[in-house]
């Protein structure tokens, strides 16, 4: 896959992480890539490793971004790139000479792709137009959107995500894949595009999930659940954490009623096998919640790591629920390179 953006050029003036992610996939899949530094660097230089796994490869440049000579050097390699990737406020681009009236006017052909935290004003309710000045992180983003609010302990406390679902999920994959549309488009029309990609809209438009469920949840119980009382929140015994002797966890997803019943018949419980939600037995029912404790109380019998030999070789949807550095040596990601990534694409075969 290497070879399939073999002549794309792309001048990227990201800094930090969601644009540096998005163009190194398109670096991964062999796209040209211009990254433009301000005269101090990518504030991400200071986590050391993070900036080599992210910009490895790529073509770097530092220039001044308040003076002509620096703003002259990045539309020098403009005139004949494909992409400007940027991730600045809304007025920014403007005030520095670089708007799409301008750029256009050099490269008719260039997709310009601004990586957002709340959208455009142009794409806001009138209400909501003060937000796209607004500075953020991932944390604000995944808060604003409704999906921070989604990550709930089992008690109901809030959690603390360390992995920045805004920044990668919701800009570093949207910019791509628009990105990649536009591209598209522009070999077909010999026209670009501006486009605003907002984090923020983009993790709510990703909640299609929690949206549906909660409103299937109050039409049978009554109520909108909370996050942890969810149909895939942790309600259904088939797909929930279960915690083992050593205070380790087992992730179940055993959705489908054939994995919930091999799941019940390795743990020797089955008698709890049609207390399924496929077979009618919904989360606010006395089997299933029955069913939910007898699961509970047979995992917290044992470590882990003895459900993860008993499980091995059962095709119930059955996972240990790793650490970071139990998944960087596990076999899985056995082909991982020096930087510690693994391509999520795999070439089958080729005409």
Known sequence: MSDCLNGLKIVDLTRNLPGPFATRLLADLGAEIIKIEPENGDPARAFGELFEVLNHGKHCEKVNFRSDAGIESIKAHLKDADVMLDSFRPEVLVGMGLDAATLHAINPKLVMVSI????????????????????????????????????KTA???QAMPNVQFADLAGGSDSAVIALLAAVFAAKNTGR????????????YHHLVMPKATASMMKNISGQRPAPQHDFLGGLLPCYRLYKTQDNRHMAIGSLEFKFWRLLCETLDLSEYANAHWQRGFMPNTVESQ????????????????????????????????????????????????????????HVITMA
Not at 192 to 203: E, F, K
Not at 297 to 305: G, N, V
């Open 116 to 151: 957002t935290g709340y959208g455009i004003p142009d794409a806001l309710d009138t209400s909501a137009e003060t937000w796209a000045t607004k500075a953020g992180h991932d944390i604000n983003f995944m808060a604003m959107s409704g999906t921070l609010g989604q990550l």
């Open 290 to 345: 029955a069913a939910a404790y007898a699961v509970a109380d047979k995992f917290s019998s044992q470590s882990m790591a003895h459900w993860q030999v008993v499980f091995a070789e059962v095709d119930a949807c059955v996972t240990p629920v790793l650490s970071l550095v139990e998944a960087q040596s596990h076999p899985l990601f056995a082909h991982q390179d020096k930087y510690q990534a693994t391509a999520a694409w």
């Open 155 to 157: 008690s109901g406390d």
């Open 192 to 203: 670009g595009r501006h486009i605003a990609i907002s984090m923020t809209h983009s993790l």
